[in-house]
């Protein structure tokens, strides 16, 4: 059993769609990461939520974690081709622990 | 560059053979990751290390992989006798343990083809 599910898997939208991604856990998190990663290169840090309930802006990409702090989700709005990507969400205690990903394809 | 980086970026070897890759984390940085990632999925959790000290190995680091990181610097992971299940990329991360906002910095990866 993943410690993170992520969903969906594959999402495949037209540019200017909005979208929702979906991270899901039955455990309890300090805090929450979420990532981006483009093909051949390492993921990216995009934003770390903290507090349960917290909403994070960045540009067009909006980032809640939920108020149990067990689940967290990523709302793109007018999606653009250079969305296009692996978003991973991910937990640190110790060591570090990813979700398998959503991988998102936004078509011109 | 300061970032993470890792040698080589590709290598293909024949099944039954060792390969060792190496990651040069960014310099400052007391923690070092590594993960095995296959076409379409997160990143998996192999091990880490604090400094040089490794701390963590996964169930999916069996017997034939082994990793150092013997100055607390630079750290290498060695593969034997490989497998083709053990194709996939290889991803290096590191970081400054700063509470919840401690940050990981990957590298570009090395990617692995057994055949």
């Known amino acids: 059993t993943q410690l993170l599910e992520q969903s969906p898997q594959f999402l495949s939208i037209q540019e200017g769609e909005n979208l929702t991604v979906y991270c899901n856990s039955s455990s309890v998190f300090s805090s929450l990461q979420w990532y981006r990663q483009e093909p051949g290169e390492g993921p990216v840090l995009l934003v770390t939520v903290v507090t349960g309930g917290e909403v994070k802006k960045l540009k067009r990409l909006t980032f809640q974690f939920g108020d149990a702090r067990k689940d967290s989700s990523l709302h793109i709005t007018a999606a653009q081709p250079g969305d296009t990507g692996l978003y991973l969400c991910a937990v640190l205690n110790n060591d570090m622990r990813f979700g398998a990903g959503t991988r998102l394809t936004v078509k011109p | 560059d300061t970032g993470v980086s890792q040698n080589p970026r590709h290598k293909i070897t024949k099944r039954g053979q060792n390969v060792t890759f190496r990651c040069d984390p960014i310099s400052e940085h007391n923690r070092l990751y590594w993960y095995r990632q296959t076409l379409g999925q997160g990143p998996e959790f192999l091990t880490y290390f604090q400094n040089e000290a490794q701390l963590e190995k996964s169930r999916l680091l069996s017997d034939r992989f082994s990793a150092e990181r013997p100055k607390g610097s630079f750290s290498t992971l060695e593969i034997q006798r490989t497998e083709q299940g053990d194709s996939a990329m290889y991803l290096c991360?590191?970081?400054?343990?700063?509470?919840?906002?401690?940050?990981?910095?990957f590298g570009q990866g090395t990617r692995l083809t057994v055949v």
């Open positions: 991360a590191s970081s400054l343990i700063r509470g919840v906002n401690t940050e990981a910095f």
